[in-house]
Nanobody, 121 residues
Framework: QVHMVESGGGLVQAGGSLRLSCAASGRTASIGWFRQAPGKEREFVAAIVSSADNTYYADSVKGRFTISRDNAKNTVALQMNSLKPEDTAVYYC?????????????????WGQGTQVTVSS
């Protein structure tokens, strides 16, 4: 089975940076990051496909966030720069056996427990 464990969340001021990490056991085709704020639906953030190292980003984070993967260690990082208060949410990493459709949460079978990111004004 694939197990996902997120870490690196915390409290940061607007304009600051955080680096989230996801430790994944087992092989995965794609790793995605999603976030969910109170009262909001789960939102796609970024994804990476291991076979081609393709990366995908939501428009809201493009240019600010960077996703990377260490295939040997089965770890994925999400570097978040220029954080905004609207980035505040619980962030989840997830694993998919698909290399396409990475922006859809329904394509992911394995999810981590989530890590809280809070950005103050």
């Amino acid at each position: 089975q694939v197990h996902m464990v997120e870490s690196g969340g915390g409290l940061v001021q607007a304009g600051g940076s955080l680096r989230l990490s996801c430790a994944a056991s087992g092989r995965t085709a794609s790793i995605g990051w999603f976030r969910q704020a109170p009262g909001k639906e789960r939102e796609f953030v970024a994804a990476i496909v291991s076979s081609a190292d393709n990366t995908y980003y939501a428009d809201s984070v493009k240019g600010r966030f960077t996703i990377s993967r260490d295939n040997a260690k089965n770890t994925v990082a999400l570097q978040m720069n220029s954080l905004k208060p609207e980035d505040t949410a619980v962030y989840y990493c997830a694993a998919s056996t698909y290399s396409r459709g990475t922006e859809y949460s329904g394509n992911y079978h394995y999810w981590g427990q989530g890590t809280q990111v809070t950005v103050s004004s």
